[in-house]
């Protein structure tokens, strides 16, 4: 028996199901159930009636997915797939931050801790981010943790001052514009598609700034026959699988140490030991939903 036909022999014995984000490798990809971004495999877990949810993804990810499902078994294959970003932010520094704005509201991205998510007014992702703070009625935002997506934000809100926590992913950070107009030099009728995690300079080089659902969409859409991908690097696995008759140019600096850590025996692994499992305090549950729901009442259908 080979790897694949094991893992899918462990998947009906524990009644799971694996769920892998757009930056997994390719070949993880390929053997999940549902493939997508964090909060839309979150949703996913939610709805099926598995047992067992696997999340190829990062920490944070996977904790979205506990929070959402308390009742179900979630587990991280690799323990050390860890967001740096959403290590940036912890409910330590947060809380004295609210405490000397007591008026503002807090918006935290999903790229957070389910602990930094317990002290949130809302959540947001980067696809629903603008419209969520253009929503809520406070006037001052402390945004958390991503200072990219944040200052991309308030582009549009500019009735709104928005205080931007010192955090960005070094992914999308490190996309710089010369790699961006090298790109455009090769490939000159390729659209830009960037990720509002760039810096302000790559996002003004941008055809269309969009989270990794919203290029899918734009590609299909869009009469370009020819992309520029500004994020991370497998993401043009998905692209093209989505759009095969079109033509996708990543970064290729662009690369997620940590969506890499997840392979083919780490799920194996996984799946026969059940390990390592999410755990989060009933408290921090009930604390990190609040936000989760207020924002999918105010971003739906985003
Ligand atoms: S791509 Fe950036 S935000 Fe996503 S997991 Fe990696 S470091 Fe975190």
New binding site residues.
Partial sequence: MNAAERIQELKAQRKAIILAHN?QPPEVQDIADFVGDSLGLSQKAASTDAEVIIFCG?DFMAESAKILSPEKIVILPESDAM????AMCTDLELGPMKERYPEAAVVAYV?TSAAVKALADVCCTSSNAVKVVGKIPQKLIIFVPDRNLGAYVQRFHPDKEILLWPGY????HDISVREIKELQRQHPQAKVMVHP?CIPDVIDLADNVSSTEGMIKYARTNEAMEFIVGT?VDMTYRLSKESPDKKFFPVPSAV?P??KRTTISSLVRALETMSPEITLSPEIIEAARKPLERMMEIGHGD
């Fill in positions: 930056y990062v967001c740096p970003m959403s790229n992913c070094p992914t999308h995690e991370e997620c940590n969506m």
